[in-house]
């Protein structure tokens, strides 16, 4: 089984060759939920993952920011705050989390909460087992797993947030809409395509890296698969 490191993503991709610009991804239901995931990744998480994981420095004042708040001693965070909290916050656990290529590692656990680890009476509750309890002081790390109710649980069904047995048209900006032969007739024409013998049909994979570039594309340009899996952005 494969490991969150080697989990990949199998994408078609319509190309004109003419102009090096990839025209949409005929793409599954991995794909669409992967990018819908990126909605969910808190911002801090988005500048950790674009200098960290890729070994790049970020554009603009976030990445200062984020690097202030490294550089900051946890003497200056309150009690029950951690510099972790800030640098790593955790995206909100649902029951549509992705855990096929989530960026920020994280899997769809269970949600898990914390009490007062002195006096059962002290009615204070975090999600985080270093958070300290206002009455007494004392961590709030006796731990209780969250249970789903029946119909939460029954609206999962096969996880992620879009259905399985759709195949998905996703542009070069990731405009992601439902795939069909009189769609895919209706890009070629916006695109003015005339010479259908320069179009290049091609199976690509996208892994972390690729899903790491991807992200970093999304806020740069509006040629995101173009810029990923060609390796410009067709300006």
Do not use: W
């Not at 794909?31 to 970020?58: A, I, W, Y």
């Not at 909290?85 to 994280?106: C, E, F, H, R, Y």
């Not at 985080?128 to 206002?134: D, H, K, L, M, T």
């Amino acid at each position: 089984m494969a490991t969150h490191s080697e989990a990949k993503v199998t994408l078609k991709l319509l190309i004109d060759t003419k102009n090096q610009k990839v025209l949409f991804a005929e793409a599954g239901k991995d794909f669409v939920d992967f990018l819908f995931n990126l909605l969910h990744l808190p911002v801090g998480t988005v500048v950790r993952l674009l200098t960290e994981k890729s070994q790049q420095t970020m554009v603009g004042t976030l990445g200062n920011l984020y690097d202030s708040i490294q550089n900051l001693s946890e003497t200056y965070f309150q009690p029950n705050q951690t510099k972790d909290a800030v640098l790593k916050p955790k995206a909100p656990l649902s029951a549509t989390q992705v855990p096929l290529l989530s960026l920020d590692g994280g899997t769809s656990a269970a949600k898990k909460y914390y009490a007062c680890s002195y006096e059962y009476s002290h009615p204070y509750v975090a999600d985080n087992a270093s958070a300290v309890c206002p009455r007494c002081n004392n961590k709030l790390n006796r731990e209780y797993q969250y249970v789903a109710a029946a119909n939460e649980v029954a609206g999962v069904g096969d996880g992620g947030f879009v259905k399985g047995v759709v195949t998905y048209m996703v542009m070069d900006d990731l405009v992601v809409t439902p795939m069909s032969t009189i769609s895919s007739i209706t890009m070629l024409n916006k695109f003015n395509v005339k010479d259908v013998g320069a179009l290049e049909e091609r199976v690509v994979d996208l892994g972390m890296p690729e899903g790491l570039k991807l992200l970093k594309a999304s806020l740069h340009t509006e040629k995101v698969l173009t810029s990923v899996f060609l390796g410009n952005t067709g300006d």
